[in-house]
């Protein structure tokens, strides 16, 4: 009767290690894997975003610091909007023409907010003395959280509470209603000059806001 032959697999794999993964186990690992990025661009930023983003089922996700610039030409009509101060005072679009402005969507649990809001404080001490606005568009807090917020930071210039959503809405051809933060600079007439996916970094938008400082008034 012959000797059975061994196994191919016994021939290849030295003794003590386990076998191979089957064909089915292998490409299931390989989908694991692949998974895996998406993953970790849709979660929050940290736990504290996390928990804020999960409390009332919105899940605001950070931008990727893409830059989108409008020429003159480009640029529709002057945005509008109205809404109201954390101090209660009405603001409308309006408001702003006249002079370049800067508008920033976020939150205090944001992260990338924390990252940039030092930066944006900053860049309106520097252009403050030439006209320029800022205003901070808050989608999620209370008063008291965001005024926490700016305390912490140092932020001086105005925001708006946007809970109820009417700002980001009428801004909706320019913000993306998740993308938070997002930066937007408007030219003297109010038009959408450029705008920032994510962390504005300071020398993009310091360079953004010089480019409609010099255009004709």
Same mark, same amino acid.
């Given at each position: &009767?012959?000797?059975?032959?061994? @196994?191919?697999?016994?021939?290849?794999?030295?003794?003590?290690?386990?076998?191979?993964? #089957?064909? !089915?186990?292998?490409?299931?690992?390989?989908?694991?894997?692949?998974?895996?990025?998406?993953?970790?661009?849709?979660?929050?930023?940290?736990?504290?975003? +996390?928990?804020?983003? %999960?409390? /009332?089922?919105?899940?605001?996700?950070?931008?990727?610091?893409?830059? &989108?610039?409008?020429?003159? *030409?480009?640029?529709?009509?002057? $945005?509008?909007?109205?809404?109201?101060?954390?101090?209660?005072?009405?603001?409308?679009?309006?408001?702003? *023409?006249?002079?370049?402005?800067?508008?920033?969507?976020?939150?205090? +649990?944001?992260?990338?907010? !924390?990252?940039? +809001?030092? /930066?944006?404080?900053?860049? @309106?001490?520097?252009?403050?003395?030439?006209?320029?606005?800022?205003? #901070?568009? %808050?989608? !999620?807090?209370?008063?008291?959280?965001?005024? +926490?917020?700016?305390?912490?930071? #140092?932020?001086?210039?105005?925001? $708006?509470?946007?809970?109820?959503? =009417?700002?980001?809405?009428? &801004?909706? /051809?320019?913000?993306?209603? =998740?993308?938070?933060?997002?930066?937007? $600079?408007?030219?003297? =007439?109010?038009? $959408?000059? *450029?705008?920032?996916?994510?962390? *504005?970094?300071?020398?993009?938008? !310091?360079?953004?806001?010089?480019?409609?400082?010099?255009?004709?008034?």
């Amino acid at each position: &009767m012959p000797t059975p032959r061994p @196994h191919r697999e016994a021939l290849r794999r030295p003794p003590g290690l386990p076998p191979r993964p #089957g064909r !089915r186990q292998f490409l299931a690992g390989l989908v694991g894997v692949a998974s895996l990025p998406l993953l970790a661009a849709c979660g929050a930023d940290d736990p504290l975003a +996390a928990q804020a983003g %999960n409390a /009332d089922g919105k899940n605001y996700i950070a931008g990727d610091g893409s830059v &989108m610039e409008l020429g003159p *030409a480009e640029r529709g009509e002057p $945005v509008q909007f109205s809404s109201a101060l954390f101090s209660g005072e009405p603001i409308t679009a309006q408001d702003l *023409a006249g002079e370049p402005a800067v508008l920033n969507f976020w939150y205090a +649990a944001c992260a990338p907010c !924390r990252v940039e +809001a030092p /930066d944006l404080q900053a860049l @309106h001490e520097q252009f403050e003395p030439e006209g320029v606005r800022f205003l #901070g568009i %808050n989608v !999620r807090d209370t008063i008291a959280t965001a005024q +926490a917020f700016e305390r912490n930071f #140092g932020i001086t210039y105005p925001s $708006v509470e946007d809970r109820g959503g =009417q700002v980001l809405l009428a &801004m909706t /051809d320019y913000v993306p209603p =998740q993308a938070v933060p997002t930066t937007i $600079v408007l030219d003297r =007439q109010g038009r $959408v000059s *450029a705008r920032i996916l994510g962390i *504005a970094e300071p020398s993009t938008l !310091r360079t953004l806001i010089t480019t409609v400082l010099d255009e004709q008034a």
